[in-house]
C-alpha cells in the first residue's frame, strides 16, 4: 500500500524510517506546506511535494498520515484530508477528543473513506489498554503515569522566560504513587501526587539564575502544583546529555473480583521509549495498515483505535496469527 | 443479555460472580453433566439445568459460556453448542487452536451464531499484546513470562507420583532472563532458563521422601529441564498457604526503529493475578458482550479476541469511551 505523509517534522521522519520495516508499504510522497525544494528526507529518492498537490493525487496514495500539529493545524487540515484520502492521525488534544472525531466523521462519511484519529501511544496504545481493562475489571480504578520522558510544552514553556536560552524538562513518574496503587490503596492522586518535574535549564550569560528558578517553579498548570528540581548547566551539557526524546509511561488497573471483591487483580501496561516520535510513528503506520483494510471492506467514516480489531495492524495473515501469536 | 453457563468448576463460579458486576448481563442459568440437583450456587436462586436441556433453550440464552475443560470436553462440547448459541470459551490447548477455530468456524457459520475461542489471559490479553507489539514494532522479539503462579498441571503431575498425598506448584519466572529481555540482549531461551519451578508436597506417612523428590525432579517435560525445588510440608500447611489459585505473568516485546535500528523500545504487558480461574471468567463475560453484539450485527462464524475491535468489550457508549478513556 501506498503511504503519504503530511508534515515533515520529527514525527513524519519517524513515519518515513518505520515503513522501511513494513514490507508491504511503500512511501509514495512527502506533502509539505513549506518550499519542497527544501526538504531533504532521510531515505533518498523520495518525493516531496507541496501541499496544495495533494488534491491532484488522490489515487495515488492509499493512506495519509497527518504528521502536523493537534494543537492548530491538525482541527484545519484533518478533516480537508480526510475528504480526500483514509487518514490516520495522532491528535493528542484529549479534550477536543470527541469534537474532532465528530468533525473527522463527517468529512470521511462524505469522502466514503476512513479515517482513524487519536492513533499513538497516549492517547493510542494507552487508550487500548484503559478501554480493555475497564471492561475486563469493572470494579477497579486506573492510573495512567507518564515518564520518565521529555514534554515538549513544559520544555517550551520554560525556554519562553526571559534569561533563558534553551531547557529540557522530564516528567518522572512518583515511584510512591506506583506502589500505593500496585498495593491496592486505590488513592485519589493529584497531578502533583503522581509526577515530578525535573529541569536543565541553560541560562544565557549574566542572567539571574535565582530568579529563573523561582519563576519556573511557579508557572501554574506547568509548575506550581508539582515538585520540580531545577538544575542549571552548559550548552555543551545539554547538548550532550539531553538532546534526545525519550519517554513512557505506565498505564495500571487495580480490580476485584469475587462474590464479595474478595480476590485483587492489576493489569499494568508499561512503555519504555528511546525515541517517543519514532515509537508513535511505528504506531501510526500499523494503523494505516487497518485504515487501508477496512476502507477495502467498504468501511468509511471516523474510527479511534478501540474500534478497529487488533489483528487489522498485522501483515500476518489470520491464519499465521492463529498458529504463532495467540 | 442473557448468560449461560455450561460446567460448573472453578471457571464457571467465577463466570457467575463476574456476571454480577456487569448490570447489562444476567445469568440465565447453569448447565452440567451432573444431577443438577447436587449443585449449589454461590448466588441463590440460579436455575440448574442438565447439558440435555441446553438444546431446547436456544431462545433464552444470548451468550453460552463454555467452562468445561480443553483437553477432551471442549473439542467434543464446543461444536455442539457453537450449533446452537453464540458461544465464548477459553480453549487453551495453544497447539490445537487452529484446529478448534476450524470445526468451531464451520460450526459457527452453519448455525448463524459467533463463537469466540481462546478468550481468558494466556491465550486471550496476552494474545491480544503480542499481536500489537509484534505489529507496532516489526523488528524485535517478544517473550512471555508466567508466574508467579500455580500450575494445575504440575500440580496434577506431582500427585500422580506414588506416596504422594497431596501437592502443589509454583511457576516463577526466572528475573535474570527478564532483566536480560529488559536490557536488550535479544535471548534467546529455554523454557529452563526461563522459568524454575517450586513444588510444595505433603507425603504419606512412611513415604521415601529421596525417592519423591528425585522422581518429581527427573519427571522429563514437567521439571527435567527446570531448576526444581521440592518442600515437603504438612496437609495443614498446604491448605493454610497453598490452597489459592494466584497466577500472572509477562509479555515484553523489545524492539528498534530509526533507519539504523538506532532506537529501542520494550513494551510490557503484565498480570498479577490473586484468582486465576475470576480473572479469566471475568475475560470471557467481556468477550460474551462482544459475541452477543456482534451477532445482532449479523456477524456469524468462530473468532478469536484478535478479530474482535476493542470497544465492543465495554458497556460504555462509544461517545462516553471516547470521552473518558480515549
Known amino acids: 500500500m501506498k503511504i503519504g505523509i503530511l508534515g515533515y517534522g520529527n514525527l513524519g521522519k519517524g513515519v518515513e524510517q518505520a515503513i522501511r520495516y513494513n514490507k508491504d508499504m511503500e512511501l509514495a510522497g512527502v506533502f509539505t ?18 501541499i496544495d498537490s495533494a488534491k491532484n493525487m488522490t489515487n495515488q496514495i492509499d493512506v495519509m498520515i497527518l504528521c502536523v500539529g493537534s494543537m492548530s493545524d491538525m482541527p484545519e487540515l484533518g478533516p480537508v484530508f480526510a475528504s480526500m484520502f483514509n487518514t490516520v492521525d495522532g491528535y493528542d488534544n484529549h479534550a477536543q477528543i470527541p469534537g474532532y472525531f465528530d468533525t473527522m466523521n463527517k468529512s470521511a462519511l462524505e469522502s466514503g473513506k476512513v479515517s482513524i484519529i487519536s492513533s499513538g501511544w497516549d492517547p493510542g496504545m494507552f487508550s487500548i489498554n484503559r478501554m480493555y481493562a475497564d471492561a475486563i475489571l ?5 492510573y495512567t503515569f507518564w515518564g520518565k ?11 519562553r522566560i526571559k534569561g533563558v536560552k534553551d531547557a529540557t524538562q522530564y516528567t518522572i513518574p512518583m515511584e510512591n504513587a506506583i506502589e500505593a496503587v500496585r498495593r491496592g490503596d486505590m488513592p ?5 501526587e503522581k509526577h515530578r518535574r525535573e529541569c536543565f535549564v541553560v541560562a544565557e ?5 535565582t530568579w529563573i528558578e523561582n519563576e519556573i517553579k511557579t508557572m501554574p498548570d506547568y509548575f506550581s502544583e508539582y515538585k520540580t528540581e531545577v538544575h542549571f548547566i552548559t550548552e555543551e551539557e545539554l547538548k550532550e546529555n539531553h538532546s534526545k526524546l525519550p519517554h513512557g509511561g505506565l498505564v495500571i488497573r487495580y480490580g476485584k473480583t469475587g462474590f464479595d471483591g474478595q480476590n485483587n487483580h492489576r493489569i499494568e501496561y508499561k512503555l519504555s521509549l528511546n525515541s517517543n516520535p519514532e515509537f508513535t510513528a511505528n504506531v501510526l ?7 487501508y483494510r477496512l476502507n477495502r471492506e ?12 487488533p489483528a487489522y495492524l498485522s501483515n500476518k495473515s489470520g491464519e ?7
Open 33 to 50: 506546506r513549506r518550499d519542497p525544494s527544501t526538504i531533504a528526507t532521510i531515505t533518498k529518492n523520495i518525493p516531496v511535494y507541496h
Open 138 to 142: 469493572p470494579e477497579g480504578n486506573t
Open 149 to 159: 520522558g521529555i514534554s515538549q510544552g513544559h520544555s517550551n514553556a520554560i525556554r
Open 188 to 192: 485519589v492522586l493529584t497531578a502533583g
Open 205 to 209: 550569560e549574566g542572567a539571574d539564575k
Open 285 to 291: 503506520v500499523a494503523f494505516a495498515r487497518a485504515a
Open 298 to 309: 467498504g468501511v468509511s467514516g471516523a474510527k479511534t483505535v478501540i474500534d478497529i480489531a
Open 320 to 326: 499465521q496469527l492463529r498458529r504463532e501469536l495467540i
